[in-house]
């Protein structure tokens, strides 16, 4: 059956090859059933944060009405990015399978080695500067969170 998920996930991956996507598919399965698919929407949409996971769990959250995926599984065609990696942790999926490596992606200049080098450095060594500013002001919302009683934990 895990074959059978996989095998979806490189169908969309070679469907949005064709259709001038990226190489990159996924599925999202639940109770052993495809809950969402998705495949990299990258420049057909102008949106940098929609690779194939990102848009798979975009669709199972809004069909499942849910933020937490807990209880499902996601089989993308590609060891997932760190952004990817970072959402599926917040989804909180149980488990990943995926097909081809983060080496694998690199030869075809799909290289996330730059990401993975810049969350080791502190702040102040990374590429892109990052500057504090109005903590004073912004930890107001955090306060506010803080004692909010009826606050949806996530």
Known sequence: M???????AIELSIESVKKG????????????????EGSNKVTSTNDPTAHG????????CKKLNNFNLSG?????????????LS?????????????????????????????????KKNIDER???????MRDEALKAFELWDKKIDKVKY
């Open 127 to 133: 590429k892109i500067p990052m500057a504090q500013m």
């Open 87 to 119: 959402a599926i942790y917040w989804a909180r999926i149980d488990k990943i399978y995926y097909a081809n490596t983060r080496d694998d992606a690199k030869k075809i200049d799909f290289d996330d080695s730059l990401i993975y080098s810049e969350l």
């Open 21 to 36: 996507g990226g190489p990159f598919g996924c599925v999202i399965v639940k109770d052993k059933k495809i809950v969402s």
């Open 53 to 60: 996971e990102i848009v798979a769990i975009r669709e199972a």
């Open 2 to 8: 895990k074959n059978e998920f996989m095998k979806r």
């Open 72 to 84: 499902s599984e996601l089989f993308s065609t590609c060891e997932p990015c760190p952004m990817c």
